[in-house]
């Protein structure tokens, strides 16, 4: 099998994904989900290991890091609107990431998972470029921490207009804000369809999030 092939079906999988997103407008379309369905179905269709898949694959996640540093150039256009609403903004994001945690804390506390399950929960709402290493740092399982940021990201950037719309928020910073915060990149790549501010919001939430949840895992890991 060629090297990159299973990079190959990947990449026309998600267009295939975009494809029908735009052709249809449906938001459950997101394209990243259509992509991860239609490969899972090539894969067992075709009896394809997944190891032999992910040889060619796996050089997508190289472009995690530069695509995520990417999201500062909408950033940098909105510097003067951070500025002048600074405050607002760091509590905006410093709740949502306690509120994150803590849901994370109370449902692992109800269901009674173990500590290694927990803990691989913890950085479900920041980006998999981070999370990864925050997971495998606090003994979880990175595998389980992927499709939990997958989760979280596809469910974000599918309901998020929906969620606007029944709660009332309409200032273009608190949405941004929100989906940085909840739902890391794909999240984002949400609030950039919806606006310049939306997106640079969102941009600011992932570092930031990111970098607060490096902090706070360790402190809360023990708890459970």
């Known amino acids: 099998m060629p090297l990159y092939f299973g990079l190959f079906i990947s990449i026309f999988a998600y267009l295939i994904g975009m494809w029908l997103k735009k052709k249809l407008g449906w938001g459950i379309l997101n394209p990243l989900l259509v992509a991860i369905i239609l490969v899972i179905a090539f ?45 607002a903004v760091l509590a905006g994001i410093l709740s949502g990431v306690a509120g994150s945690t803590l849901s994370i804390f109370l449902l692992s506390m109800l269901f009674k998972l173990d500590h290694v399950y927990y803990v691989s929960l913890l950085p ?25 940021i997958i989760i979280t990201g596809i469910l974000g950037n599918i309901t998020a207009e929906s969620w606007f719309k029944l709660i009332g928020i309409r ?3 608190a949405k941004g804000l929100a989906l940085g915060t909840s739902a890391h990149a794909i ?22 999030a990111g970098l607060t949840t490096v902090v706070v895992v360790p402190l809360v890991s023990g708890l459970i």
Do not use: H, W
């Open 171 to 173: 200032d273009p910073i």
């Open 187 to 208: 999240g984002t790549a949400r609030a950039l369809e919806m606006g310049e501010i939306e997106g640079a919001m969102g941009s600011l939430s992932i570092a930031v």
């Open 43 to 87: 894969l067992a269709a075709t009896g394809i290991p997944y190891e032999e898949y992910n040889k060619g694959a796996g050089y997508i996640s190289y472009f995690l890091t530069p695509a995520t540093v990417c999201l500062a150039i909408p950033l940098y256009k909105q510097l003067r609107l951070l500025k002048d609403n600074l405050v």
């Open 124 to 148: 479900k709402s920041i980006t998999t470029a981070i999370g990864m290493g925050v997971s495998e740092e606090a003994g979880g399982i990175v595998t389980i921490t992927i499709v939990s």
